[in-house]
């Protein structure tokens, strides 16, 4: 078992920036690769960005490539994801993600974990 913990979201301006924290406890965290989803009201969840069990490999959708970066420091057992140039749409529930026994984590349907959210807000 594996809990997640979501903090950091808010609410700020267009162009700003905002850094998401999931603090994970229970099993070893360096075994799972981790992922950020977010789900817009009356929208389905969507994929946001994804990295492997050692952080070498990272892999974003197309509507965040180049203004979010995705990280985690396994000896903190915490994932981040650093949002800059924040835009209206962006504005959705965040949600971290843990799976196990898969190389990447894209579908909401891999992750084994989730995270209870956090709020981000972007006004124009």
């Known amino acids: 078992q594996v809990q997640l913990v979501?903090?950091?979201?808010?609410l700020v301006q267009a162009g700003e920036s905002l850094r998401l924290s999931c603090a994970a406890s229970g099993r070893t965290f360096s075994n799972y690769v981790m992922g950020w989803f977010r789900q817009a009201p009356g929208k389905?969840?969507?994929f946001v960005a994804g990295i492997?069990?050692?952080g070498f490999s990272t892999y974003y959708a197309d509507s965040v490539k180049d203004r979010f970066t995705i990280s985690r420091d396994n000896a903190?057992?915490?994932l981040y994801l650093q949002m800059n140039s924040l835009k209206p749409e962006d504005t959705a529930v965040y949600y971290c993600a843990a799976a196990?026994?898969?190389?990447t984590l894209v579908s909401g349907r891999s992750?084994?974990?989730w995270g209870q959210g956090t709020q981000v807000t972007v006004s124009s």
């Open 100 to 103: 196990l026994g898969t190389r």
């Open 76 to 78: 903190k057992n915490t």
């Open 44 to 46: 389905e969840r969507e």
């Open 111 to 113: 992750a084994d974990y």
């Open 52 to 54: 492997s069990w050692n």
């Open 6 to 10: 979501e903090s950091g979201g808010g």
